[in-house]
C-alpha cells in the first residue's frame, strides 16, 4: 500500500530535500508541498495524505496551530513532526494538538521511513530522546483515579502510569504486588478501553489526558 506524505517546512532546500529522499523510499508518494502552516491546513485538506511531515517554526501559522486544525477536521490524516526542536515545551505542545510521532532533523533515513510507516498504520512513534522524556514527565506525576478517562480503574490507571514510566511487565507486577498475568489482563483492559495498541501510544496518552495533572 502506497503511503501519500504531505511535506510542510518554511525552509526550500528542506523541503526539496525531503522530497527527494521520500522519492527514494518503497510505498511513499509525496502529496504535495506546503511552505506554512497555512498552506499545509489547505493542501491536507484538498489532498487528504496519510502522513504530514510538520515543521513547527514557520510564518503565517505554525507547525502547532497547522497539526491541531489538521487533526481536528481530518482525524485520519496522521502528523509527524520533523523539527530541529526537541525542547519539552515544543514536543508537548506538539502532541496536545495531536501529533503523533515527533522527530529532530538530524533523523536518518532509515527511522524516517519507520516512523512514517508506522504512523501511517495508526501507531505512535517518537525520538528515543523524547521518548525518554515522555516517560519521565508522566512519571513524576501524582495519580489522581478521579482523572481517569474512557472508564478506566483505579489499578488500570496504576498500571498505565507504569508503562508511561518505561517499566516492564514484570517490573509492573512487583511494584503493584500482582501476578504477571494481572498485568497482562490489566493492560489488555486498558488498551481496549483506550484504543491503544502499544506502549508509544499509551505513554502519548497518558500525557494527552493530563495523567496526574
Not at 26 to 52: H, K, M
Not at 145 to 150: F, H
Not at 169 to 187: M, P, R
Request: glycine fraction near 8%; charged fraction near 25%; proline fraction near 4%.
Amino acid at each position: 500500500m502506497t503511503v501519500r506524505v504531505l511535506v510542510a517546512d518554511d525552509q526550500t532546500v528542506v523541503r526539496e530535500g525531503l522530497v527527494l529522499l521520500l522519492g527514494l523510499l518503497p510505498g511513499v508518494e509525496v502529496a504535495g508541498t506546503a511552505a506554512d502552516g497555512e498552506q499545509a491546513v489547505r493542501l491536507a485538506a484538498a489532498e487528504l495524505p496519510d502522513v504530514v511531515l510538520m515543521d513547527l517554526r514557520m510564518p503565517r501559522m505554525d507547525g502547532v496551530e497547522a497539526t491541531r486544525r489538521i487533526r481536528a477536521s481530518h482525524p485520519g490524516v496522521q502528523v509527524v513532526v520533523l523539527t530541529t526542536y526537541s525542547d519539552d515545551e515544543s514536543v508537548f505542545a506538539a502532541l496536545r494538538a495531536g501529533a503523533r510521532g515527533y522527530l529532530t532533523k538530524d533523523t536518518d533515513p532509515e527511522t524516517l521511513a519507520k516512523a512514517i510507516a508506522t504512523v501511517s498504520g495508526g501507531q505512535a512513534h517518537f525520538d528515543p530522546e523524547v521518548q525518554r522524556r515522555l516517560a519521565e514527565e508522566v512519571a513524576r506525576r501524582p495519580h489522581r483515579s478521579s482523572d481517569l478517562p474512557d472508564g478506566l480503574t483505579a489499578r488500570e490507571g496504576e498500571v498505565l502510569r507504569l508503562i508511561a514510566a518505561g517499566r516492564s511487565n514484570a517490573e509492573i507486577a512487583g511494584e503493584l504486588y500482582i501476578s504477571a498475568g494481572t498485568v497482562k489482563t490489566h493492560i489488555n483492559n486498558l488498551f481496549a478501553k483506550a484504543g491503544l495498541r502499544d506502549r508509544a501510544q499509551a505513554v502519548t496518552y497518558a500525557y494527552r489526558h493530563g495523567l496526574g495533572e
